[in-house]
């Protein structure tokens, strides 16, 4: 099992920047992924950025150049750094890490960008 408690989200204005940040409940060495997804009402859980235990990273398309996934490994944190926020982003942000074959979800931070 691996727990996964998500901090940081919050209001902030278009351009603005958020990092948010999740700590694992094992070390994130022995985790094969840990990353972020994003959801809003009526739609598809979609991929925000995740980084493989080789430090592979990936990012949808639509955050690239201004997202920017990092972790702790010390403090088992991944951080997920957002600049440039646009009224698009908003969504419930989750926490992601995979272990093994299990996969496992973070309660959700919910991020608005609004004036």
């Known amino acids: 099992q691996v727990q996964l408690v998500e901090s940081g989200g919050g209001l902030v204005q278009p351009g603005g920047s958020l990092r948010l940040s999740c700590a694992a409940s094992?070390?994130?060495?022995?985790?094969?992924?840990m990353g972020w997804y994003r959801q809003n009402p009526g739609k598809q859980r979609e991929l925000v950025a995740v980084?493989?235990?080789?430090?592979?990273?990936n990012y949808a398309d639509s955050v690239k150049g201004r997202f920017t996934i990092s972790s702790d490994n010390p403090k088992n944190t991944v951080y997920l750094q957002m600049n440039s926020l646009k009224p698009d982003d908003t969504a419930v942000y989750y926490c992601?890490?995979?272990?093994?074959?299990?996969?496992?979800w973070g309660q959700g931070t919910q991020v608005t960008v609004s004036s």
């Open positions: 094992r070390s994130i060495y022995t985790l094969n992924a």
């Open positions: 992601y890490a995979k272990y093994i074959s299990m996969e496992f």
């Open positions: 980084m493989t235990s080789g430090s592979v990273t």
